[in-house]
């Protein structure tokens, strides 16, 4: 856990009124303290690295605000309806995802679909992926 993306990811939430949205899990402990630290809201988690999968699952077990899903960016692209989106209210984005660029790509489209037309912030970690333009 990056005590400084927390830190910054804590104060955006603290001046915003949505929900929390990140994209690769790690742990889930930066996911377990921020919906411990706030309980009205809904935070959602997506992570499709099955190696850490328990570690996630029993750092989330008794938080009933976060909702995660197993599942490649990709895939929760595709299973995410507009309506869905919005419902969310999603204020907050932390994609902590991708080792390459297709990857990057996939997370902003998830991050503008979430957001909408609303306001809000997009907080990304080592962004260093650059597209293949051989094919």
């Known amino acids: 856990m990056n005590t400084v993306i927390l830190r910054h990811i804590r104060n955006l939430l603290e001046a915003t009124i949505g929900s929390y949205f990140e994209l690769g899990a790690d742990t889930g402990e930066n996911v377990s303290v921020l919906s411990n630290n706030f309980t009205d809201r809904i935070f959602i988690s997506v992570d499709s690295d099955l190696n850490n999968y328990n570690t996630i699952n029993s750092n989330i077990f008794n938080h009933a605000n976060v909702l995660f899903y197993s599942m490649s960016a990709a895939e929760y692209n595709r299973t995410l ?4 989106a919005l419902s969310y209210g999603i204020s907050v984005i932390f994609i902590n995802h991708g080792a390459d660029y297709e ?3 996939e997370s902003v489209k998830i991050a503008q679909r ?11 970690n080592q ?3 650059t597209p293949d333009i051989r094919s």
């Open 81 to 84: 309806t507009d309506a869905v």
């Open 127 to 129: 962004a260093n992926a």
């Open 103 to 105: 990857d990057y790509a």
């Open 114 to 124: 979430l957001l909408g037309i609303n306001p809000g912030h997009v907080v990304i």
